[in-house]
């Protein structure tokens, strides 16, 4: 699938960098423009790969905004102009989708992606989803409660927001920080293979995934979550059809962007590897199993054709807000929010409650 991607923030730069730099890598050619947004300057200077547009110079001199997310949506708001005015020529009569990339934790991306996805929906008429990095249990109240509302002003605006949670892809033992690397790695493979798998049109079997699939997945909105895992897999497909299971379990089950999201409206499974060891009896067993795991009607499955002796599984939730990771993350961000002396509110349902405020 053609994207455009914006980074906003450090994390949101960092990430499209590295989704950008590995796209081209690949030669998917699925990135069609990339540009990181924000309001500190050396931030955007340490990236090398994508395009870049400083944002409230006025007001904070490329200092950033520290964790201030409203500051951070207001300059959003005040230089909206100048970032869509750099984004003519990026998102182009090609493009299928506009993503925007951030923390939600800090203040330059979890106040200015909920703005810019709400401006891009007014311009644009392809679906605009945000992926949100959500931050890890240690980090301090105030990331939580901040995530809290970027999330749900994202929720509100966005087509979809994938969730990321800085606690679900790194290694056991390395603090967050320190696994930012690998972090900011997989999620560039595992969503850089997403947007390829709609790309692949030739030298395919009969079951190729199209960019339509990705979008209608999506189309319910809220939550989506993303799983990947891979086996070592033999050389006759024939004996891949318990491989093919077990990547769809792992998947799903460990190795989920948000864990524990194990009911979606909608899921799309991608088995990737080499045509003639992708299992045909193996895929559409998997394909049912995801079907029964997330009380789904509406599972699509296909195959991305590439070069590797390992069998890949990558599954794709929409509509996946129930999950007891993410009541977690929200009740944790309702605390944190009470501490800021914030104003909440009790017993009211997530997201359409008043216990955590939107951002505008
Ligand atoms: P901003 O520049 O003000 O938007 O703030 P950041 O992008 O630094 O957002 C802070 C949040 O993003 C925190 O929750 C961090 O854990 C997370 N974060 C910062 N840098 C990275 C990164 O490189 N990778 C990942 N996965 N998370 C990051």
Known sequence: ??????????????????????????????????????????DLHSLEFVDTQLIGADRVNGHGVGGDNELGAEIMQSDIQQVLGQLDGRITSHSEAIFVIAGLGGGTGSGGAPVLVHNLKQVYDVPVYAIGVLPGRNEGALYQANAGRSLKTLLREADSTLLIDNDAWHEQGESVESAFESINDKIARRIGLLFAS????????????????????????????????????????????????????????????????????????????QPDRIPRKGVERARRW???????????????????????????????????????????????????????????????????????
């Open 1 to 42: 699938m053609k994207v455009a991607l914006i980074g906003v923030g450090q994390a949101g730069g960092k990430v499209t960098e590295r989704l950008t730099r590995f796209d081209a890598n690949m030669g998917f050619d699925a990135v069609q423009g990339a540009l990181a947004v924000n309001s500190a300057e050396p």
């Open 198 to 273: 709609g790309e692949a049109t030739e030298g395919v079997g009969e079951s190729v995934v199209d960019s339509s699939e990705v979008i209608n997945t999506l189309r319910s909105g809220g939550v989506s979550v993303l799983g990947y895992a891979s086996e070592l897999a033999a050389e006759d497909s024939g004996e891949n059809i318990q491989v093919a299971m077990s990547v769809a379990r792992q998947a799903l089950l460990t190795g989920a962007s948000m864990p524990n999201a194990t009911s979606a409206d909608a899921a799309l499974l991608v088995i990737a590897g």
């Open 290 to 360: 995801v079907e029964d795991e997330t009380d789904s009607m509406q599972v699509r499955g296909g195959d991305f054709p590439i070069d590797s002796d390992r069998l890949g599984a990558l599954v794709l939730l929409g509509g996946a807000e129930r999950s007891d990771r993410l009541d977690e993350f929200m009740q944790r961000a309702r605390e944190a929010s009470k501490k800021e002396q914030r104003s909440v509110e009790e017993n009211v349902e997530q997201f359409t409650d008043d216990r955590i405020e939107n951002l505008f």
